[in-house]
């Protein structure tokens, strides 16, 4: 009798240790991933110039701490709230701060400028940009802020003055925003000099693109808002870069030398402040120059180097200085197969090439060593990782972040410490104060897994073979209550497209807190990084060139034989789900492979090739005009007629990247031949559908896979 009142309380104890757990609801896995899901961080940190102390903030950015190297337990500072009584102001967090100097801390609204002094705990208004403003750069020397204002750049200064620095009555002349789409790195269209003598920007003529009509119907009556959008094979914007002088109040312009329609990209200034370096490719995307010009005159002074490559040439990094007496610098460059870095002097000659790894370098962070070492990111040999390295001015590397996982770290001015913020697949986040060889000091915080009272399910990290014998990593999101002996159906989520990841050794393997509510449904949520993706190097993703989507498909399909080859698998209730490029890829997957994929929900897809932008679709597909037989392949037009299963078409009407008429051409193509589809529009959403509309997006992807996928 005692063994069985035995038995039965441990089975009350663990059904009610099961029943603890939450319920993870859709709404929370949506909105609640990144807030209060997210574990407890040290956000910001940043370094105190001349010391070895820091600062960071809280997860909600209200509060500022500091710490240094001796002493690590945190005081705190001050909150929002009195940074704002001595300020005057309506800061809503500490977000986006920098240093001025040891002592004083920059804070920005986005359109008024303040500095605080943290000792005194006093301090004043820098400079106000006009409401209607944007992309204000402020420059920390002069005091000077530049910011667009419609197309015009203008500057306000220190003493309040407002100089219009570009005055274009043509709306199709726009400066000082970024141009290319944002396309090779290019985020930004305003560049300061390093002392604030000049200010460079990009500006581009968008006469010969055409206008795309997107409506806005807010209004009454709606009303039509144009967008400048340039297709694949038409008109494109003509760049130009300025430099305008702070002294004598006059601009220079420099122009393609090679056609007019060509890119500048990767703009740079030398530390003396007297030349620009600017990457310049030429439409076609397969030959690059890095130009030198003079920054008084924007006379062209030499070309420093060029690349070439049949495929396309992609500068994503402009010129890194490591010393800040010397006007030598790092290029970071992909031309023997991976990102690695190289040691030119001004005049052009190749000095040293630095790293020579089989592995992508992600990007350089800082110089240390009074210049002698740089610290870049790189994969190391896993793609899923993002490690830290140090590499001398002679070649001599060494990692720092020396655990496997996705790494973020901060080092301070005299580059003997860095604080490491990481975490892995089985490390939900750690914050330890290293020495720059990469021993641990002390281990600063250790996150705490919220997700511990949520009943979720695992996931697992694998690899398999393409066809050419690449290494493909895959994650198998499996639900909590995981039965080997039944069968699941599954959900693939796709991307597959150039520069994404979608697989990350990091918390959570880069998946979405939704894709674990999926599996509580009693689905196996599946995904694979196909080749054309990021972080693997050029040959790796180099195959998609002049035929997207057909690599990437091959790949998904071996992801599949995969997923057959379990035995908890129901090959029959196979779905597929993705955006942008995945809604590309699902609608492609539904239709060229229509006997393996019973539903599918296809969010913004690209439908043809020619509907996409110029700078990113030429560099893949080259124009129209040239690969009529890759764009007619590609185009989703073309195997309409192929779909057996239950599709859901989803846009948002003001999308200004991937255009309704993607959407808008194929479900035309349906009705023609007479094939019936399901369609959602979101209204005055762009290319995605964001805050709480998101919960409603996702209940309308999984809903409908769920009740079709039956």
Not at 447 to 464: M, P, R, S, W
Not at 648 to 673: R, S, W, Y
Request: with cysteine.
């Amino acid at each position: 009798m005692n063994k069985y009142l035995s038995l039965l309380v441990f089975f009350i104890l663990g059904v009610n240790a099961f029943a603890q757990k939450k319920q993870l609801s859709l709404s929370d896995a949506v909105l609640q991933q990144y807030r209060s899901f997210r574990d407890e961080q040290m956000n910001g940190v940043a370094w105190i110039p001349g010391t070895d102390s820091y600062v960071y903030v809280s997860n909600n950015y209200q509060l500022l701490y500091q710490a240094s190297v001796k002493k690590t337990t945190p005081e705190q500072l001050l909150t929002i709230q009195e940074a704002n009584t001595v300020l005057g102001a309506q800061l809503y967090s500490f977000y986006g701060f920098s240093f001025i100097n040891s002592d004083e801390l920059l804070l920005t609204d986005g359109n008024n400028y303040y500095k605080l002094n943290l000792k005194t705990k006093t301090g004043s208004k820098l400079v106000t940009v006009q409401e209607e403003g944007g992309g204000a750069e402020f420059e920390i020397t002069t005091g000077s802020a530049a910011y667009t204002l419609e197309n015009n750049l203008w500057i306000i200064n220190a003493k309040g003055e407002k100089i219009a620095v570009t005055s274009n009555t043509d709306k199709s002349i726009v400066s000082g925003q970024t141009y290319a789409r944002s396309e090779f790195g290019i985020t930004d269209g305003i560049f300061w000099s390093g002392k604030g003598a000049y200010l460079a920007f990009y500006q581009k003529d968008e006469t010969d693109v055409k206008s795309y009509p997107l409506v806005d119907i807010t209004k009454t009556p709606a009303e039509l808002m144009n967008i400048k959008y340039p297709m694949a094979g038409q008109g494109s914007e003509k760049p130009k870069v300025g430099i305008y002088s702070i002294s004598t109040g006059k601009t220079v312009f420099i122009s393609p030398k090679s056609t007019a329609d060509s890119y500048l990209t990767n703009l740079s200034w030398t530390p003396d402040e007297q030349f620009v370096l600017i990457a310049e490719v030429n439409r076609d995307q397969n030959h690059m120059w890095l130009n030198q010009y003079d920054a008084k005159t924007g006379a062209f002074v030499r070309t420093i180097l060029e690349e070439q490559n049949d495929k396309w040439v992609e500068p994503e990094h402009p010129a890194f200085f490591p010393l800040s007496t010397s006007n030598n610098f790092i290029w970071i460059s992909e031309k023997d197969g991976f990102n690695n870095l190289y040691y030119y002097s001004i005049e052009g000659k190749l000095m040293k090439q630095l790293t020579a790894n089989k592995f992508v370098v992600k990007d350089i962070l800082q110089s240390i060593n009074k210049g002698k070492d740089v610290v870049f990111s790189a994969t190391g040999t896993s793609g899923l990782n993002t490690l830290y390295y140090a590499v001398d001015l002679n070649g001599k590397q060494r990692c720092l972040t020396l655990e496997e996982g996705t790494h973020g770290i901060s080092i301070n001015e005299s580059g003997t410490y860095f604080i490491d913020q990481y975490s892995s697949h089985a490390v939900p986040g750690k914050y330890e104060l290293k020495t720059i060889t990469g021993k641990a000091v002390k281990t600063l915080l250790t996150t705490k897994n919220k997700l511990e009272e949520i009943q979720i399910g695992t996931a697992d990290i694998g690899q398999i073979k393409a066809e050419d014998g690449s290494v493909l990593y895959t994650r198998l999101i499996k639900p909590s209550n995981f039965d080997p002996t039944k069968k699941y159906p599954v959900m693939v989520y796709v991307y597959g497209g150039p520069h994404a990841q979608m697989i990350t050794n990091s918390w959570l393997d880069g998946a979405n807190l939704w894709m674990y509510w999926m599996a509580e449904q009693g689905y196996l949520v599946f995904t694979l990084d196909n080749r054309g993706s990021g972080e693997r190097g050029f040959a790796f993703e180099n195959q998609i060139h002049r035929q997207l989507g057909v690599v990437e498909i091959n790949d998904q399909m071996k992801g599949i034989e995969y997923l057959k080859s379990l035995p908890y698998v129901d090959s029959d209730r196979f779905a597929v789900h993705g955006w942008s490029f995945g809604g590309f890829m699902t609608t492609s997957l539904m239709l060229k492979q229509a006997e393996t994929f019973k539903v599918g929900v296809a969010g913004g897809p690209v439908t043809d090739w020619k509907y996409y932008e110029i700078m990113y679709g030429e560099r893949y597909m080259d124009r129209p005009q040239e690969n009529e037989k890759g764009y007619e392949e590609a185009s989703l037009m073309t195997h309409a007629g192929k779909l057996k299963g239950d599709l859901l078409l989803i846009h948002g009407t003001v999308d200004d990247v991937v255009v309704p008429q993607h959407n808008d051409a194929l479900l035309k193509k349906f009705i023609e031949l007479g094939i019936q589809i399901d369609f959602f529009h979101y209204p005055m959403h762009k290319h995605n559908v964001i805050g709480k509309d998101r919960v409603h997006l996702m209940q309308k992807v999984l809903d409908y896979i769920i009740e079709h996928n039956k």
